[in-house]
């Protein structure tokens, strides 16, 4: 889910912190952060794993933008933050993508 957005005064730029439970990201071992702001790239944006088991990671988002964005666990299975700001359809499935505005 999308815990915190810290918008820069020196700078168009929001700080968004990313964190996914343990719960959310069913016992994966790696966790990506793949989206519009990184091109939709797998390799980009792996999240750290906390020792609680959650995962975080905090991106510098230009700000009056809207971003999708899904987590990657495991390489393997896509997962929502059910707590986006909004939902919108993929363009390559049936699922929906999370959004973020900022």
Known sequence: MITRKQYLKSKPICKVTFKLSKEE???ADLVRLVGDFNNWDHQANPMKKLKNGTFSATLELEKDNEYQFRYLLDDQTWEND??????VPSPVS???NS???V
């Open 25 to 27: 990201a069913q016992a």
């Open 94 to 96: 049936f699922d929906e």
């Open 99 to 101: 959004v973020v505005a």
């Open 82 to 87: 059910w707590q986006a700001d909004a939902y």
